[in-house]
């Protein structure tokens, strides 16, 4: 086995004996025999151990073991003890997802402090296999039946050759202790049962099913590379991003054959789920009512009347700046102001005013509900929500649309697109400005 880890290692570059690896060690068969196989291969390592005091004496029983481990190799060793049900309460989150977030994040922290080249974690090919099943039972397409993979950022899971079996033999073998967790035999989590139960049962029916499903496995990481290919042409012919809003087409997408996918391989990564694709295919397809709008956790999507346009959420606020001198102005990184000494002809993103006209302090603040303004060149009285509604203004450009405010409460201008009639300057005006968008 031995000679298998290095070459696997040195076959996929995993790592160099010159790079400070970062070992997540529990004290378990996996993390303490890969933590011996570094040993072996001459690497430079670190041990990282969590005490998430969960199981009492056990969970100090396996930091006193891991200690002991570090001692023995002649090793570092980090340990940190969490408040798990502390985190669960605070963020409304299972026990086992608490415990990952603590522990990643701090293994995050002393990888930046103590300048680590990688994590190195001890997922086996029977972790990759049990991926695999959990899932094809959530829909993940087959992105998700890749099982583990070796190398990812900088964590790096060097036994993913090795099925849980073999390294429990290589430690037999070797007489390499190691810690039990009784926590492991517990059917109320999902993995457990498909370790205790459902596999072993579909071996009674395959006895060969883990290397069945391995070949699987590397087979489903070849053909996701080509679907990947596919898709990733597919979304250049359809989506542009500007700002950080993203643009997807619909004439061309109603258009494609295979549109269900196109459009998970883009919303699936903004957390979209397939209802929600579900629902957009249907208003696409169907010719639905634009402005129908879809929420994930990070991210908002609305369907407008060409496009389908995504940005990311962000916290909604009320804007609103005062203005108290023409000095004021230079300060605000919104808009760029200089002196003129001669009229010009102002385009969509500037404005001439004349100051004699201008009641301090001014404001610049967001769009209200009732708001009216005289559209340069026109004599009567518009709407906001009807200007942007002629205009064809989107959702979001409505609500990222600001208006600078005379002290008298008169709109000046709407930023960016139309300034009032009342304020428009004559060549014969003399102390003008020019105010330009950023």
């Known amino acids: 086995m031995q000679a298998v880890f290095t070459k696997h290692v040195n076959d996929k570059n995993l790592f160099s004996?010159?790079?400070?690896?970062?070992?997540?060690?529990?004290?378990?068969?996996?993390?303490?025999?890969?933590a011996h196989l570094l040993k072996f291969h001459g690497a430079h390592f670190t041990l990282a151990h969590c005490n998430f005091k969960l199981r009492g004496r056990d969970s100090d029983a396996d930091e006193d073991f891991c200690r002991d481990l570090a001692l023995q190799l002649g090793v570092n060793i980090y340990v940190n003890d969490f408040d798990v049900k502390a985190h669960c309460s605070k963020h409304k989150v299972s026990v086992q997802m608490a415990a990952r977030d603590l522990r990643y994040h701090w293994f995050d922290q002393l990888i930046a402090e103590h300048h680590f080249n990688f994590l190195l974690t001890a997922h086996h090919a029977s972790d990759s296999i049990e991926t695999l099943f959990i899932n094809l039972l959530r829909g993940t397409g087959i992105k998700g039946l890749k099982g583990v993979p070796e190398k990812s950022g900088n964590r790096v899971r060097p036994l993913l050759p090795f099925l849980k079996d073999t390294l429990v033999k290589f430690a037999n073998d070797h007489s390499i202790r190691y810690?039990?967790?009784?926590?492991?035999?517990?059917?109320?989590?999902?993995?457990?049962t498909l370790r205790l139960s459902i596999i072993p049962a579909l071996k009674n029916i395959n006895p060969g099913l883990e290397q069945t499903l391995l070949e699987n496995i590397r087979n489903f990481k070849e053909e996701a590379e080509i679907v990947d290919q596919f898709l990733n042409q597919k979304v250049k012919e359809i989506l542009t991003k500007k700002d950080q809003q993203s643009y997807i087409d619909k004439s061309i997408l109603k258009k494609e054959k295979y549109k269900r996918s196109v459009l998970h391989h883009v919303l699936g990564p903004w957390g979209f789920n397939?209802?929600?694709?579900?629902?957009?295919?249907?208003?696409?397809?169907?010719?639905?009512?634009?402005?129908?709008?879809?929420?994930?956790?990070?991210h908002e999507l609305v369907i407008d009347?060409?496009?389908?346009?995504?940005?990311?959420?962000?916290?909604?606020?009320?804007?609103?700046?005062?203005?108290?001198?023409?000095?004021?102005?230079?300060?605000?990184?919104?808009?760029?102001?200089?002196?003129?000494?001669?009229?010009?002809?102002?385009?969509?993103?500037?404005?001439?005013l004349d100051?004699?006209?201008?009641?301090?302090?001014?404001?610049?603040?967001?769009?209200?509900?009732?708001?009216?303004?005289?559209?340069?060149?026109?004599s009567g009285f518009k709407l906001l929500s009807d200007y942007f509604k002629d205009e064809k203004l989107n959702k979001f450009e409505k609500e990222n649309c600001k208006l600078l405010v005379n002290g008298n409460g008169e709109i000046i201008w709407v930023i960016g697109y139309r300034a009032d009639d009342r304020y428009k300057a004559s060549p014969t005006e003399k102390n003008l400005i020019k105010l330009t968008l950023n």
Do not use: W
């Open 17 to 34: 004996t010159a790079d400070q690896l970062l070992l997540a060690v529990s004290g378990g068969v996996d993390s303490v025999v890969l």
């Open 179 to 192: 810690r039990n967790d009784k926590s492991n035999e517990e059917k109320k989590y999902g993995r457990n």
């Open 274 to 298: 397939d209802s929600q694709l579900t629902d957009i295919i249907e208003n696409i397809t169907h010719n639905g009512l634009t402005g129908k709008t879809f929420r994930s956790n990070t």
């Open 305 to 352: 009347r060409n496009y389908i346009i995504v940005k990311p959420l962000i916290e909604k606020f009320f804007l609103k700046i005062l203005i108290q001198s023409l000095e004021d102005l230079s300060a605000i990184n919104l808009l760029s102001f200089k002196r003129i000494s001669s009229f010009t002809k102002a385009n969509k993103n500037e404005i001439i």
């Open 355 to 378: 100051t004699d006209r201008l009641i301090f302090p001014l404001t610049i603040r967001n769009c209200l509900r009732g708001d009216k303004f005289r559209p340069f060149g026109m």
